[in-house]
Nanobody, 113 residues
């Protein structure tokens, strides 16, 4: 059974930081592309950051220089470090693995003073 379990969301003030985690089981972690998506209320789900199986990374323009994606192979976990958070970063954040298009349940991030 494939499972992706996100954690680490919460409420933070503008300028603050959060680290999201996505623990993966049931797939060959090192052979999958891992990605983080965000979905704000009333909006479509959008790609935030992606890490290929070969560890190349890409970021949405809106988060470049602020967010970092990486994976810990020993822990089968992919992380998203989010710094200098802005109110517009408020969203549900989802972890995805491909191929297979597996998704986690999401973790809520709220940035507000």
């Amino acid at each position: 059974q494939v499972r992706l379990v996100e954690s680490g969301g919460g409420l933070v003030q503008p300028g603050g930081s959060l680290r999201l985690s996505c623990e993966v089981s049931g797939i060959a972690f090192t052979r999958h592309t891992m990605a983080w998506y965000q979905q704000a209320p009333g909006k479509q789900r959008e790609l935030v950051a992606i890490m290929g199986a070969e560890s190349s990374t890409q970021y949405a323009d809106s988060v470049k220089g602020r967010f970092t994606i990486w994976r810990d192979i020993a822990r089968s976990t992919v992380y998203l470090q989010m710094n200098a958070l802005k109110p517009e970063d408020t969203a549900m954040y989802y972890c995805q693995a491909a191929p297979g298009n597996y998704w986690g349940q999401g973790t809520q991030v709220a940035v507000s003073s």
